[in-house]
């Protein structure tokens, strides 16, 4: 492993690609729930359920080639920007099937593979000032922020639909009136220790 990865070579080694790899998922596993919120939106189509499943297999399999087959140190999974311009834009602004909108990513895809083979991309990114690409990924974070602030309910949906290995539906997202009669009990409680502790000042 050490010759074929080329950790001497690169000052690495074993426990330093391990500890990485791991802050780099967790910086990146986000997408595992923001990609199937927005894709899954209703109205678009597509289940949550598939979507969360081909969000983890194509970051699996674009992040294993990029470290056997190129040999080098760079997980890839989907973007985010892109789904949102496919759901909000294509599927639920211009009433395109979903079809037709992954059609044209796969073709916008091809596209960017030839500005990679010709060069042509690494001269864009070249003419785009240091600031704007600042500017990029805070708005990308931003835009994150927003999307959790809208779809706060992503984590319920998502354990609801998915078939987890444990209880359906947990005492943290079950609501109906025994809740509501905890909730109201709770909030008497405190009130009458309220009242308790003013009268006996």
């Given at each position: 492993?050490?010759?074929?990865f080329k950790f001497a070579e690169r000052g690495t080694n074993l426990r330093t690609e391990i500890v990485a790899g791991l802050?780099?998922?967790?910086?990146?596993?986000?997408?595992?729930?923001?990609?199937?919120?927005?894709?899954?939106?209703?109205?678009t189509?597509?289940?949550v359920e598939g979507v969360?499943?081909?969000?983890?297999?194509?970051?699996?399999?674009?992040?294993?080639?990029?470290?056997?087959?190129?040999?080098?140190?760079?997980?890839?999974?989907s973007g985010l920007g892109l789904n949102a311009v496919v759901t909000f834009t294509l599927i639920l602004g211009l009433g395109i099937p979903w079809q037709t909108a992954m059609a044209a990513v796969i073709v916008e895809?091809?596209?960017?593979?030839?500005?990679?083979?010709?060069?042509?991309r690494e001269a864009v990114l070249n003419a785009i000032p240091l600031s704007l690409k600042f500017a990029i990924a805070v708005?990308?974070?931003?835009?994150?922020?927003?999307?959790?602030?809208r779809t706060a309910r992503s984590l319920r949906l998502l354990h609801e639909r998915l078939p987890l290995p444990y209880p359906a539906r947990s005492e943290l997202f079950r609501s109906g009136p025994?809740?509501?009669?905890?909730?109201?009990?709770?909030?008497?409680?405190?009130?009458?220790?309220?009242?308790?502790?003013?009268?006996?000042?």
């Open positions: 492993m050490d010759h074929f802050t780099t998922f967790m910086t990146m596993a986000y997408i595992i729930f923001v990609n199937p919120t927005i894709l899954g939106t209703e109205g189509g597509l289940s969360f499943v081909a969000t983890c297999l194509a970051a699996a399999a674009a992040s294993i080639a990029m470290g056997v087959v190129a040999n080098f140190p760079v997980a890839l999974a895809g091809l596209l960017v593979t030839l500005l990679v083979l010709t060069n042509l708005g990308i974070g931003l835009f994150i922020a927003f999307i959790v602030l025994g809740t509501r009669r905890r909730r109201y009990c709770c909030r008497a409680g405190t009130r009458k220790a309220t009242a308790k502790r003013a009268a006996a000042m």
